[in-house]
Nanobody, 118 residues
Framework: QVQLVESGGGLVQPGGSLRLSCAAS????????MGWYRQAPGKQRELVAT???????NYADSVKGRFTISRDDARKSVLLQMNSLKPDDTAVYYC????????????WGQGTQVTVSS
């Protein structure tokens, strides 16, 4: 069983920066994509950014140019550097790991709160 543990959330003023990290534990079989999703109150969970085993990245339009995702396979971890934060970025951020094979399982972290407010 794969477990994901996030850290790095908190309160930041508009224009500020935060870095989220997520570490996976357990046995991961095969190639996998890691990513971040977020859910604001009253809204559906949405994709923020993902990074595949080959390093290909995908970002939501709303965060392009402000957020950067990276991964460290030796540590089975993924980072999300968030700059120029806006109040609209306020949400619970969830780490995700998905096995890339067809029908492969996916796993979720418990979530970390990010609040952007003055």
């Amino acid at each position: 069983q794969v477990q994901l543990v996030e850290s790095g959330g908190g309160l930041v003023q508009p224009g500020g920066s935060l870095r989220l990290s997520c570490a996976a534990s357990g046995s991961i079989l095969g190639f996998y994509t890691m990513g971040w999703y977020r859910q604001a109150p009253g809204k559906q969970r949405e994709l923020v950014a993902t990074i595949s085993s080959s390093g290909r990245t995908n970002y939501a339009d709303s965060v392009k140019g402000r957020f950067t995702i990276s991964r460290d396979d030796a540590r089975k971890s993924v980072l999300l550097q968030m700059n120029s934060l806006k109040p609209d970025d306020t949400a619970v951020y969830y780490c995700n790991l998905k096995i890339q094979s067809l029908g492969g399982p996916q796993y979720w972290g418990q979530g970390t709160q990010v609040t952007v407010s003055s």
